[in-house]
């Protein structure tokens, strides 16, 4: 084992079971190991890495605010974020952003808001969340809280009061009182790569607006282009009263965002929230130069490689079915175990991810053709050997 595996191992809270992969250098979707071997990604680094390693311009971006200011705090005006705040806007409608540096971070924010809005018009009492059985919306007390996988809530009692979790089903969430929002992944990312269905998406959002309960959506994975559109909720037709961000906004760097619509734009004012780093110069500077390259062309690009991706692993026997959109997929499969397939792949250089018992794909979104093609050939010897 290199030393660094062990310094490693001796010195880091052991809370990642990690794969024995110590990876020293990237470029696009290929990534190097300590002994020089190559890899193609299938993960981004759990959706973060939406340029692939290493971007040319993205270091560029990231490197000209680096010299310029690195940080000033939240007292003072800088340029990266109030232009990353105007294209978010421009891109998805919404009012108001948020700047922190997590998607646990942007959906406490969202919960937050949601009290306030609810506190603000109606009073005490009107504080419920309602989330979706089997979501993930992040390791934070309240999000965790949130998160509905009773595997997840282990050791940690007592948790916050004020979170009721549903099934699908919109007669149980009808019945449910004092609710202030209703928080959800339109694609449950953690869960296994579930789709939510559109109708029922639809029908509880009209709940939420006939009954003035806020619909926060969690893209913290789904969004940024990783489902062939900046946001999913565009694929379900619907605008979100608070969408929250995170993992592929940054290219790398760490940021969340909660975008607000109309309804709660002004519900935090000062000093009802903040984040020291949040909104941080460097890491928006990263993220504006993201944007600037998600365009159309590239969301295009995302459908259909996501498309042709999808139709090449149906094709694999012992596959049983394939879930997601654009490029954010989960395999299920028929009788091996998605972590020992991973464990192979990577032996033969190639790196997905898995999602409760499905294998999980979320390449970088400038992976090549041929790199897919290289890395679905690798997944079908894996899965029919
Ligand atoms: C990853 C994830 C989070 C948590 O994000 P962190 O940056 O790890 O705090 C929240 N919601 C969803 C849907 C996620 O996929």
Redesign the pocket.
Known sequence: MDEIKEKDKKYIMGTYGRYDLHIVSGKGALCRDEQGKSYIDLGSG??VNSLGWCDEGWIKAVEAQLEKLQHSSNLYFTSPGALLAEALSARTGCKKVFFCN??????EAAIKTARKYSFDKYGAGRHNVITLKK??????MA?LTATAQESMHDFFFPFNAGFIYCEKDMDEIRAQKNVCAVML?FI???GGVIPLDEEFVKELFKWCEQNDILFIA?????GVGRTGTFLCSEQYGIKPDIT?L??GLGGGL?I?AMLAGEKCEKTLGAGAHGSTFGGNPVVCAGANYVLSRIDEDMLKEVRRKGAALKASLEGIKGVKSVSGKGLMLGLELEKKKAADVVKECISRGVIPLTAKDRVRLLPPLVITNEQLEKAVSVLKEVIEG
Not at 102 to 107: C, D, I, K, R, V
Not at 218 to 222: A, F, N
């Open positions: 759990i959706g997590s998607g646990a971070e942007a959906n979501s993930f919306h992040g390791r934070t999000t992944e449950q990312g953690e969690d893209e913290v994975q789904t929250t995170a993992k760490p969340g």
